[in-house]
């Protein structure tokens, strides 16, 4: 088991900005790379954001580039997706994931360990 444990989700007015936090518990955590996702009521799981385990490269869904920044500090076994400019429909719950492997990917099925969540709200 990878416990993995989000924070940082909360309220927030539209174009403000937040930062969550996923905390990895466990050895191994500059091998594999991290990835982010949301889901918002009544959809399916969707894919955010990932960074391969070095940190070196990233990559957004269409939704999120420009606005979003997912980062890793492999010293501190945490990964965190800053979030910019929100809209309403980046409401949802987010969750981090560890990748089976060290690229990035985006497919929900790519990723075998994942957090609980944390709850993003944008109000309009």
């Known amino acids: 088991q990878v416990p993995l444990v989000e924070s940082g989700g909360g309220l927030v007015q539209a174009g403000g900005s937040l930062r969550l936090s996923c905390a990895a518990s466990?050895?191994?955590?500059?091998?594999?790379?991290m990835g982010w996702f949301r889901q918002a009521p009544g959809k399916e799981r969707e894919f955010v954001a990932t960074?391969?385990?070095?940190?070196?490269?990233?990559h957004y869904a269409d939704s999120v580039n420009g606005r979003f920044t997912i980062s890793r500090d492999n010293t501190k076994n945490t990964a965190y997706l800053e979030m910019n400019k929100v809209k309403p429909e980046d409401t949802a719950l987010y969750y981090c994931?560890?990748?089976?492997?060290?690229?990035?990917?985006?497919?929900?099925?790519?990723?075998?360990?994942w957090g609980q969540g944390t709850q993003v709200t944008v109000s309009s």
């Open positions: 994931a560890r990748a089976r492997g060290a690229a990035g990917v985006s497919h929900v099925d790519d990723y075998d360990y």
């Open positions: 466990g050895g191994s955590f500059n091998r594999y790379a």
């Open positions: 960074i391969t385990s070095s940190g070196r490269t990233t």
